[in-house]
């Protein structure tokens, strides 16, 4: 058995007490013993009846008196030890501790009190109060002091003065909470009051409530709303700027049902989900988290619902944050109609559109058109690569392009190549390749478009067989035109020629008749015209065909047209002769020839040049041939346009007689300053001069 702690043995004094006690009851006993023996005819029962009785009597007494002592010995030191207590309690608390008389006279200062007022108990002991008072609180002080001490409250809890101050020995003023007791001790009013450095708490109460405003303003001008419902779905928190899109006010939902304002609401999840408000509680207070949007008074807002917890871990409400989405749901809707769009587009564009993976060369997605280039339903080209519908002899060029794209090194490119259908017929298509932007470095997809061009590559090739015949036909009219200025040539030469000269001589013979005189000067006369006729003859004979081109080649030919032109029309020729005795195919000697011919002709006509230069000279395995004037120039494009129109014929000419030769030509010209024509042949050269010539060459 456990005893309490308040039990406590007997001590010495006890037993001083008890003993003489002992003898007395002991002796009284033996002694109404006796006398009852003496007195017969008692019975035995009887005599331990009036012993006990007498025993009783006497013994009682004398006990409750030992017992009264000790009862009054142990509340004495339960006293002492409770006030013990009390004493190392009002030593150790943190707050301060004051007891003061109702003068307000300090007769208690803890250790507390002397942290918190930077006071010895020594200094403060038997002054008054007041002295730990700011002064401009002493008459407030003093009035309640004087009221509490007389009133009928006796206590008061800390915090019932809003403003009560304290003051440091270093004079330092500061916020202090203090709770008052009365008590009256012998006849005399006793005041303690227990007084607590608030200082740092009310600056926390200051940074909380900063924070606060703070995360309110934040909360207020977010572009979010932030909300919050405790378990029976009534809003404890509504704020945030995005509430304005609703048209509602920071707050103002506070206090009233969400389930009654918005349990019909419908929320739709990423996956298409559509969920009412009632549902969406029910699911956060089950712990659940859900993301969903929802139309509010025409703006779309995304939300986070979830669960609210309390501080033992349970669910104690819902909370949610729902951020404005509109623009980007007006976005999305403007994508879907933008992507209805492209898929119109897509399905109708005239050209061929392919959706092709990079690596694998794979067809992703194709329009009908394409389908039709290929041969193929859409489906069938899904399951093929590009290669495989490509002919053999142009996937190589299609592989470089590709492997120039993916490098980085070209932005797209275009090229004709073939496809084959699975009949065996060959299409040709115009394909245009770009890639699709991509977050890596090398694009993952391409565009191909793709133009049908079967018919135009039929149509260039049926152009291209026409102006190869007309370009046979143009060389055989100019060989046969050649060949007749040859030969009209030989005959204005030969048989007028001539006959002209046989008439010069019988009209010479004439004069040496006897008597001439009447006939003289008719004769003389008719003289001159015949040589007249003959100096045209054979200067139309020459141009028709100088024998010099086919005698002695090209170098000559010019040289002497250069030569005549001078001497003709008085400007400065120069000829430059850069191939020597060379000789060149005879289409492009003809075709050399001609076109100075008709470029002197025209400086002549048009140019009113002083001096002209006449360049041959082999360059980059071809013949080159320069005029160059320091005339009045022209408008090469407007005389190109002219000529187009027919109003002029000499630059086509000249141009077509450098296309059949093979050649090229283009005309340099600044108006009012200088024109270049150069034309250029293809070099095949022989020579009549030996090797030597041809090295020189």
């Known amino acids: 058995m456990r005893f309490s702690s308040n039990v406590t043995r007997p001590t010495a004094a006890d037993w001083r007490h008890f003993v003489p006690i002992f003898v007395v009851v002991f002796g009284v006993e033996v002694g109404v013993r006796i006398a009852l023996r003496s007195w017969p005819p008692l019975s035995v029962f009887a005599e331990e009846a009036v012993a006990a009785l007498v025993l009783t009597i006497v013994a009682g007494p004398l006990l409750w008196l030992i017992v009264a002592r000790r009862i009054a010995g142990s509340t004495e030191t339960e006293k002492f030890r409770a006030d013990a207590r009390v004493a190392n309690i009002l030593a150790t608390s943190i707050d301060g501790i004051i007891t003061t008389d109702a003068a307000g006279v300090v007769t208690h200062f803890n250790a507390g009190a002397e942290k918190i007022f930077a006071y010895p108990a020594s200094e403060i002991i038997g002054r008054n109060i007041s002295l730990l008072v700011p002064e401009h609180f002493h008459s407030a002080h003093e009035r309640h002091v004087d009221r509490f001490a007389t009133g009928a409250n006796s206590s008061r809890g800390m915090g019932g003065i809003l403003s009560t101050e304290g003051r440091r020995k270093s004079g330092e003023q500061f916020p202090v909470d203090v709770s008052i007791s009365r008590l009256a001790v012998d006849g005399r009013v006793m005041l303690t009051a227990v007084v607590r450095d608030v200082t740092e708490r009310q600056r926390a109460e200051t940074a909380l409530r900063q924070a606060e405003s703070r995360l309110r303003a934040v909360l207020n001008n977010a572009p979010i709303t932030i909300w919050a419902t405790d378990g029976d779905g009534v809003f404890t928190l509504s704020d945030g700027r995005a509430l304005a899109l609703a048209g509602l006010k920071p707050g103002e939902n506070v206090g009233t049902s969400a389930l009654a304002l918005y349990a019909d609401l419908s929320f739709v999840d990423h996956a298409g989900n559509v969920s009412t408000g009632r549902e969406v509680f029910r699911r956060a207070l089950a712990g659940e988290t859900v993301v969903a949007v929802n139309e509010l008074n025409g703006t779309f807002f995304e939300n986070y619902i979830g669960p609210q917890f309390g501080s033992d871990g349970g669910v104690v409400g819902v909370v949610g944050v729902a951020t404005n989405v509109t623009e980007r749901m007006e976005a999305r809707v403007a994508e879907r109609h933008s992507e209805a769009r492209f898929r119109a587009i897509f399905d109708r564009a005239p050209l061929g559109i392919a959706l092709i993976e990079t690596v694998t060369g794979r067809f992703l997605a194709v ?18 690569d590009w290669m495989t519908i490509t002919h053999p002899e142009d996937v190589r060029e299609d592989l470089d392009n ?54 135009r590559k039929r149509s260039e090739a049926m152009l291209r067989q026409s102006n190869d015949r007309l370009q046979s036909l143009s ?25 002209l000269t046989a008439a010069k001589i019988n009209l010479q013979s004439l004069q040496r008749y ?4 009447a006939v003289t000067s008719r004769l003389a006369d008719s003289v001159r015209i015949v040589e007249r006729a003959l100096q045209q003859v054979r200067s139309l004979s020459l141009s028709l065909r100088p024998p010099l081109l086919d005698d002695l080649g090209l170098a000559a030919a010019l040289r002497w047209l250069v030569d005549e032109r001078a001497r003709r029309t008085g400007t400065r020729v120069e000829f430059q002769d850069g191939v020597s005795d060379s000789r ?18 025209n400086i002549d006509k048009h140019s009113g040049a002083r001096n002209v230069a006449v360049n041959l000279q082999v360059q980059l395995e071809a013949l080159h041939l320069r005029v160059l004037d320091d005339g009045a120039g022209f408008d090469v494009a407007v005389a190109r346009q002219r000529a187009a129109g027919g109003a002029s014929l000499g630059l086509l000419g000249m141009e077509e007689r450098a ?10 010209s600044v108006p009012g300053r200088s024109t270049e024509v150069h034309a250029w042949f293809p070099l095949h050269t022989t020579s009549d001069a030996g090797p030597d010539a041809m090295a020189s060459a």
């Not at 040709?428 to 061009?453: F, N, Q």
């Not at 006897?514 to 005189?517: A, G, N, S, V, Y």
């Not at 195919?585 to 011919?597: M, N, V």
């Open 402 to 455: 590709m492997t120039l794209l993916n490098a980085g090194r070209i932005s797209g490119f275009q090229m004709e190549k073939r496809y084959l259908q699975p009949d065996g017929t060959t299409i040709w298509v115009k394909l245009t390749v770009t890639p699709m932007p991509s977050d890596g470095d090398a694009p993952r997809h391409h565009l191909a478009m793709v133009e049908d061009i079967t018919e």
């Open 584 to 601: 060149f195919d005879p289409a492009t000697e003809i075709a050399c020839f001609r076109i100075a011919q008709e470029a002197l002709n």
């Open 367 to 384: 329009n009908p058109e394409f389908a039709r280039i290929a041969g193929r339903t859409v489906d069938e080209v899904t399951r093929l």
């Open 514 to 517: 006897p008597d001439p005189t």
């Open 475 to 499: 060389s055989r009219l100019l060989d046969i035109q050649e060949t007749e200025r040859r030969h009209l040539a030989r005959e204005l030469h030969d048989e007028i020629g001539q006959a």
């Open 659 to 668: 296309t059949l030769a093979g050649g090229g030509i283009e005309w340099h």
